[in-house]
């Protein structure tokens, strides 16, 4: 059963570091897009950082208020998709979100579309979300 599972959020001063993981067992993250979101209390999800697929050449992007500060990174021995987020501001405060697209479930499992598989894909799995705050 496909299931992506968030860990490496808690409690930071502001300056600080934390990095997330992205894990799952059932699929090869290599072979979708993989995507950090986030949502504040009070506002939207947006979007804050991708790294393509290994066929779309692992491109990444990131939102501007991240750039600089936050990496993504993906680790194909582990299955494993990392945010690295350094610098870290109150207004990074939020519950973070995986997200995989590039594919489509068939029952509880879930299987890569044909073609590439750029940031531009349809994000349609989704982890339980893990939460970061930034406070002194």
């Known amino acids: 059963q496909f299931q992506l599972v968030e860990s490496g959020g808690g409690l930071v001063q502001p300056g600080g570091s934390l990095r997330l993981s992205c894990t799952t067992s059932?699929?090869?993250?290599?072979?979708?897009?993989i995507a950090w979101f986030r949502q504040a209390p009070g506002k939207e999800r947006e979007g804050i950082s991708c790294i393509a697929a290994s066929n779309s050449n692992s491109r990444t992007t990131y939102l501007d208020s991240v750039k600089g500060r936050f990496t993504i990174s993906r680790d194909n021995a582990k299955n494993t998709v990392h945010l690295q987020m350094n610098s870290l501001k109150p207004e990074d405060t939020a519950v973070y979100f995986c997200a995989v697209g590039g594919g489509y479930y068939s029952g509880s499992h879930y299987y890569p579309s044909n073609g590439a598989k750029g940031c531009d894909v349809y994000f349609n799995a989704w982890g339980q979300g893990t939460t970061v705050t930034v406070s002194s």
């Open positions: 059932g699929v090869t993250l290599s072979d979708y897009a």
